[in-house]
């Protein structure tokens, strides 16, 4: 019952995104197949909640370079539990950067990925299941570096490939130049 909402946003997004059947498809069956997958503890995956976070104009991203992976990324993190995942986008994107105020340009999900997080310490390989939502950022644009990070940058999207060419960053600054 917990998972049914959350298996309604797929639908829509595949609705949206049929070219991307394959990876809803995993979602779904993952989801479907482990009551659990919302925590943590399920140790072969689990579902995460990340933030696509833009500037006011819309013409710049925040990435984080993440301390653990140690490459730039979207905030985001672990649903813990959380069954809302755009709340756990929101509350992720809030703690990792500080930003005030942050709201969702839409509720439905912007994009998934499907990504493996090498073993570390006590932690073995694992997937997760990254819901990413869109986020817009309409103040001043100073941030806080937490301790998940090695620093921020507002990006411009015209210059994303100086800090990553990871594929879902990519595919996301396609997705959101298409809806601008």
């Keep these: 019952m917990h ?10 997004y595949e ?3 049929p070219e991307e059947s394959d990876v809803v498809d ?5 989801v479907s197949a482990h009551p659990d997958c919302f925590e943590r503890s399920l140790q072969i995956g689990h ?15 925040l990435l984080t370079h993440h301390r653990k992976l140690n490459i730039w990324v979207q905030p985001g993190g672990h649903a813990d539990g959380e069954t809302d995942i755009l709340g756990v986008a929101l509350k992720e994107a809030d ?12 509720d439905a999900i912007f994009d998934l ?9 006590e932690d073995p390989a694992h997937f997760h299941y990254d819901v990413r939502f869109a986020l817009q950022h309409s103040g001043d644009g100073r941030y806080a570096i937490s301790e998940e990070s090695h620093d921020l940058a507002w990006v ?3 210059q994303l490939a100086e800090y990553t060419n ?7 600054k396609k997705k959101f130049r298409a809806t601008t």
Excluded at 3 to 12: D, G, S
Excluded at 95 to 106: D, H, N, Q, V, W
């Design 3 to 12: 998972r049914e909402p959350f298996l309604k946003l797929l639908a829509e």
């Design 15 to 17: 609705g949206r995104h």
């Design 26 to 30: 995993r979602f779904r069956y993952f």
């Design 47 to 61: 579902l995460t909640g990340s933030a696509w976070v833009v500037n006011a104009a819309g013409d710049a991203v």
């Design 95 to 106: 703690e990792e950067t500080g930003l005030k105020p942050i709201e969702a340009i839409s």
């Design 113 to 121: 990925d499907i990504h493996e997080i090498p073993a570390r310490k």
């Design 156 to 158: 411009s999207l015209d």
């Design 166 to 172: 990871e594929d879902s960053i990519v595919r996301m």
